[in-house]
Nanobody, 128 residues
Framework: QVQVVESGGGSVQAGGSLRLSCAAS????????MGWVRQVPGKEREGVAR???????RYADSVKGRFTISRDNAKKTLYLQMNSLKPEDTAMYYC??????????????????????WGQGTQVTVSS
């Protein structure tokens, strides 16, 4: 069982920056695969970025060059640095994680972000 808690959301003007954090439980954080997704009411959930336990990362085309995902294994924390924010980045952002090796391998192979464990989300609002 993994528990994750997001923080760092807020309101910012277009062009601004925010950093989201995701604190995770468990003694094997360094083996987790993790990522961020976002969702706007009435729309499908969108995978934003993912990071595997070897540090490899993948991003949605919509955020490449603007967002950076990273992890601090000593602090058991995942981050999403968001720069050059746009109004279309407005959404609820969710942190996901999984510790199961077969699941992480599958998700990495197909660049998926449907992890098994999720937080409650943190709202990001970007005004024009």
């Amino acid at each position: 069982q993994v528990q994750v808690v997001e923080s760092g959301g807020g309101s910012v003007q277009a062009g601004g920056s925010l950093r989201l954090s995701c604190a995770a439980s468990g003694d094997t954080f360094s083996t987790y695969c993790m990522g961020w997704v976002r969702q706007v009411p009435g729309k499908e959930r969108e995978g934003v970025a993912r990071i595997d336990n070897d540090g490899s990362t993948r991003y949605a085309d919509s955020v490449k060059g603007r967002f950076t995902i990273s992890r601090d294994n000593a602090k058991k924390t995942l981050y999403l640095q968001m720069n050059s924010l746009k109004p279309e980045d407005t959404a609820m952002y969710y942190c996901g994680a999984d510790f199961r090796r077969d699941v992480c391998s599958y998700l990495a192979k197909f660049s998926r972000t449907d992890f098994g464990y999720w937080g409650q989300g943190t709202q990001v609002t970007v005004s024009s």
